[in-house]
């Protein structure tokens, strides 16, 4: 049973930085995928950047390349996500997620387990 708990959001100016945590408990290195998806106000929950079980990013969205990174902590298996130059269109809730099943899928529907999320709001 995995269980992923954010954090890290907040409110932060147009070209600051936050760095997001999501811790997984329960999750095993070398499996699955780990993944951040964002849900602006009005929109469906997007993907920002997936990560497979062996620490290699296999996806970031156009929107944000350049500007977030993922890094994964494997000894304390923690997972970030580093964002950097943040922008308004950038406010939205933060999830993270993982799949315990091979492969990194597109939807959220997809992934096994889902934190709460975490509220970034950038002016």
Known sequence: HV?????GGGSVQTGG???LSC????????????AWFRQAPGEGRRRVATMDGYGQTVYTAPS?????????????NVLYLQMNS???????IYYCAVR?????????ADF????????????
């Open 100 to 108: 315990l099943n091979s492969g990194c899928p597109v939807r959220w």
């Open 112 to 123: 096994s387990a889902w934190g709460q999320g975490t509220q970034v709001t950038v002016s």
């Open 3 to 7: 269980q992923l708990v954010e954090s």
């Open 64 to 76: 944000v390349k350049g500007r977030f990174t993922l890094v994964k902590d494997k000894d304390k």
């Open 86 to 92: 943040l922008k308004v269109e950038d406010t939205a």
């Open 23 to 34: 811790a997984a408990a329960g999750y095993t290195n070398g499996r699955g995928c780990v």
């Open 17 to 19: 930085s936050l760095r």
